[in-house]
C-alpha cells in the first residue's frame, strides 16, 4: 500500500524567467535576469556587480542572454502541458512573470495580451485535470527597479509589487487555488543580485578586490553593505508578501497561500561545542525566514542577531501589524542540498549554489558539487513539522547533470532516476513519520536554463529540450528514461519506485 496520500500532488516546476522565452513577444518588458548573460557552461553568473550590470548594457546587442529565450515555453506551451498531462501530472509550478503582465513595472494596468497568456496556459492545464501552483515572483523584477532604486532595497518597489500581487488574485482566483509569494525567499541575503535586484558596488565606492569570490571572506564594508542591503530588501519582501496573503484571505478564501524558501540541512563539521553552535545558529537563520512568514513576527534571537551584526533595518511603518495579519497557509521549500558547517570562518568554501559551507565525506557530490543526502529532507521535515505545525510542499527537488540526445533520440538517465527514488523514499519515510507533506513538484521537469549558471548545459528535465547554450536548436521536445519511471511512480501513487 501507499505511504502517500490519496490525493497526492505529484508534479514538476519551473519559472517564468527559465522557461517562457517570447521576452520581447507582445510588448513584454524586460526583468533584472533578462541582463544575466552567459559565461561559459560551469561559470555562475548570478553575482552581478556594477561593471556586469554596465556591461550587459553596453553590449546588449553581442552578449548571450539565454533567460530571455528560455525553451520558448511561450509557444510551445501547449505541447509541453500534454507531455506534463501523459505523465499524469496532478500539480504544475509556474510562475507568472511580472513584467509581461506590467511591462515596466510602473503601469497602473496591465498589458491584456499578458493577462490572456496565463488564461491560456491555465485552461489547458484545468483541461488535462493539473492544478497550477503559481509563484508569485520567482526571481524577477522589472529593469527600472534596478535602474532608478537599489532593487528590492528601496521602498519605492512595495506599492508596485503589491498592485501587480494583488492583481494576480483578482484575475486568476478562480483558476489557481495554490500561490506562493516569493521563489526562495532567503536567496536576497545570500544571493542580493539574484534575490533582489541589488547591485552591491552601486552606490558605495569601495574597492572590489581582484579575483573577489562572492562566497570568500569579504572586504568589511563590502560586507556591510551587502548585510544592511539584503535584510533590508528582505523586509521589503516579507511586506509586500504579507500584504498579499491577508488580502487573498479577505478576498478569495478558497485560495491557499504559501511561502517559499531554500531548506539546508547542516552538520557540524565535528563534535565540538563550538561547531554544534554554528550549526545552531546557521539552522536557526534558514528557519528564520518561515517564523516571519507562519508565525508574524522577527523572532526574538533575530532581532538580537541585527544588533549583533549591526544591521540596520529601517522598519516599515506598522510592519508588526502587517506580519500579523498575513500569515501564510502551508510552508513550501525547495530541496536539493546538505551541508557541513565549522565554526573556523577561514575555512569556508562555496558548495552548490549559493552556499558557503564545507565538504560532507560521508555522502557523494552531483556533477556540479551538490551534496546528495535524502535523509536530510526526512529529517528537516520533521523539524518543521514540530516548529510550524503546518502543511508542507516540496516545491523543488531534483538533480541537474550534462546530458545529450542520443541517436535514439532519448537520454538514459538512471542517475536522475535514482537521485530521485532516494528522495521520494525519504519524503515516504517523514509522511510516515506524521509529517504532513501534501504534494512534490520535481525541479525544471523539462530542461530549462539554469538559474545559476543561465546556460542550457545543465539539465533537470524528464524531458529534453533541443536547445544549446547559444540558442542553436530545433527546440524539438524528446522523452528521456525517466519520463516512463516517473509516470509510473505517479501511476502507483509513490508505492512503485522501482
Ligand atoms: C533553485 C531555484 O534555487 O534552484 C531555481 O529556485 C533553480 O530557479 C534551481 O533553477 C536549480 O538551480 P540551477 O542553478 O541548477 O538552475
Not at 4 to 19: H, K, R, V, Y
Not at 212 to 233: C, I, T, Y
Request: with cysteine; glycine share 6%; proline share 5%.
Amino acid at each position: 500500500m501507499s505511504r502517500f496520500p490519496d490525493n497526492f500532488l505529484w508534479g514538476g516546476a519551473t519559472s517564468a524567467a527559465q522557461i517562457e522565452g517570447g521576452r520581447c513577444s507582445d510588448g513584454k518588458g524586460l526583468c533584472h535576469l533578462d541582463y544575466v548573460y552567459y559565461r561559459g557552461p560551469k561559470i555562475p553568473c548570478n553575482f552581478m556587480l556594477k561593471r556586469d550590470y554596465e556591461r550587459a548594457k553596453a553590449e546588449e546587442a553581442t552578449l548571450n542572454f539565454p533567460n530571455r529565450r528560455g525553451i520558448d515555453f511561450y509557444h510551445h506551451y501547449k505541447e509541453d502541458i500534454a507531455l506534463l498531462a501523459e505523465m499524469g501530472f496532478k500539480v504544475f509550478r509556474m510562475s507568472i512573470s511580472w513584467t509581461r503582465l506590467f511591462p515596466t513595472g510602473l503601469e497602473e494596468t496591465p498589458d491584456p495580451k499578458g493577462v490572456e497568456f496565463y488564461h491560456n496556459v491555465f485552461r489547458e492545464l484545468h483541461k488535462y485535470g493539473i492544478e497550477p501552483l503559481v509563484t508569485m515572483i520567482h526571481y524577477e523584477l522589472p529593469i527600472v527597479f534596478v535602474e532608478k532604486y537599489d532593487g528590492w532595497a528601496s521602498p519605492e518597489v512595495i506599492p508596485h509589487c503589491v498592485r501587480y500581487l494583488k492583481f494576480l488574485i483578482d484575475e486568476y482566483k478562480d483558476e489557481v487555488t495554490y500561490w506562493l509569494t516569493f521563489n526562495e525567499i532567503n536567496m536576497v541575503t545570500a544571493v542580493p543580485w539574484l534575490g533582489g535586484g541589488i547591485l552591491l558596488d552601486r552606490y558605495d565606492d569601495f574597492e572590489i578586490p581582484k579575483g573577489f569570490r562572492p562566497f570568500g571572506v569579504l572586504p568589511e564594508d563590502m560586507a556591510k553593505r551587502w548585510d544592511n542591503a539584503s535584510h533590508q530588501a528582505l523586509h521589503h519582501q516579507f511586506i509586500a508578501s504579507a500584504m498579499v496573503v491577508k488580502y487573498a484571505h479577505e478576498t478569495a478564501p478558497q485560495c491557499k497561500m504559501g511561502n517559499m524558501f531554500n531548506l539546508h540541512h547542516l552538520y557540524p563539521e565535528t563534535p565540538s561545542p563550538e561547531d554544534a553552535y554554528r550549526a545552531h545558529e546557521e539552522s536557526e537563520y534558514n528557519m528564520f525566514f518561515c517564523d516571519v512568514m507562519a508565525k508574524g513576527y522577527y523572532p526574538k534571537w533575530m532581532l538580537s542577531y541585527y544588533r549583533k551584526h549591526h544591521i540596520d533595518i529601517q522598519w516599515y511603518e506598522g510592519y508588526e501589524e502587517i506580519l500579523k495579519e498575513g500569515t501564510i497557509d502551508f510552508i513550501s521549500l525547495s530541496y536539493y542540498l546538505s551541508s557541513v558547517v565549522t565554526a573556523d570562518p577561514a575555512r569556508q568554501e562555496r558548495i552548490g549554489n549559493f552556499m558557503r559551507m564545507l565538504h560532507n565525506p560521508y555522502i557523494e557530490t552531483s556533477d556540479f558539487g551538490w551534496q546528495v543526502d535524502p535523509t536530510a529532507l526526512r529529517i528537516s521535515l520533521n523539524d518543521l513539522r514540530d516548529r510550524f505545525n503546518l502543511p508542507i510542499f516540496i516545491a523543488e527537488n531534483g538533480l541537474g547533470a550534462f546530458e545529450s540526445l542520443g541517436e535514439d533520440k532519448t537520454v538514459h538517465d538512471d542517475y536522475r532516476i535514482a537521485y530521485l527514488r532516494r528522495h521520494i523514499e525519504a519524503l515516504a519515510d517523514a509522511i510516515e513519520d506524521g509529517v504532513d507533506v501534501f504534494g512534490y513538484t520535481m525541479w525544471g521537469c523539462i530542461d530549462l536554463v539554469s538559474c545559476s549558471l543561465v546556460s542550457m548545459s545543465k539539465r533537470y528535465g524528464f524531458v529534453y529540450v533541443d536547445a544549446d547554450d547559444e540558442g542553436n536548436g530545433t527546440y524539438n521536445r524528446y522523452k528521456k528514461d525517466s519520463f516512463t519511471w516517473y509516470k509510473k511512480v505517479i501511476a502507483t501513487n509513490g508505492e512503485d519506485l522501482d
